[in-house]
Each structure stands twice: as C-alpha cells, then as structure tokens.
C-alpha cells in the first residue's frame, strides 16, 4: 500500500507539477530538475505567450482544487502567486509607452 503523503510533501509535489505542466504548456523541453538548483533568474530566460498562461492558470487552479483540496476563489490566487514567482515571462504583453 503506498504511503499518503504530508500536507508539506503535497505542496512541494504541486510546484513541481506545476512548473513542469507550465513548460510544457508554454513548448519549452526544460522541467523543475533542469532548473531546481538554479540561483538565477531562469523564469526570465523563456517566454510564454498570455493565452499559454491562462491555460497554465485554469490547469493550475484545477489541479489545486483537486490534489490540495482548496476553493476555487484560493486556488485561483495561490495560482497568481506561484505565477508572479516562478511563472514565465509574457511574450506577447502589452507594453505602454512612458513619457
């Protein structure tokens, strides 16, 4: 019988999941363990379109609903968190001209 994992194993399981579903999604053929022992900033050197993340978003908030047992409302802010830490770089973002 398999072993049930702690609540703070499950956390680091779902980065893991994470990161990797967010390379994939966005075609990079890197995963966490390319990047785990990293101190730079790696989320910097690849780039995934806005649509990308949103699918990397609703894929991320369902995840979180199922494996971590959170709301809708949490998981969709846990996801903008782990996205302002670890997300990738937008490619197609907007930018505004500053005068």
């Known amino acids: 019988m398999a072993k049930r994992l702690s609540r ?6 779902m980065l893991v999941d994470v990161i990797n579903e967010m390379f994939r999604i966005a075609g990079h053929d890197v995963t966490y363990d ?13 780039t995934m379109t806005a649509d990308q993340n949103e699918t990397w978003q609703r894929w991320g ?6 494996n971590l047992n959170m ?3 949490q998981a969709e802010k846990e996801m903008q968190w782990i ?3 670890w997300g990738l770089k937008l490619s197609d973002w907007p930018v505004t001209a500053q005068n």
């Open 71 to 73: 709301y809708a409302k």
């Open 61 to 66: 908030k369902k995840y979180l609903q199922k």
């Open 8 to 13: 703070q194993q499950k956390i680091e399981k």
């Open 83 to 85: 996205s302002l830490m």
């Open 34 to 46: 390319d990047v785990k022992e990293r101190k730079d900033d790696w989320f910097q050197a690849w």
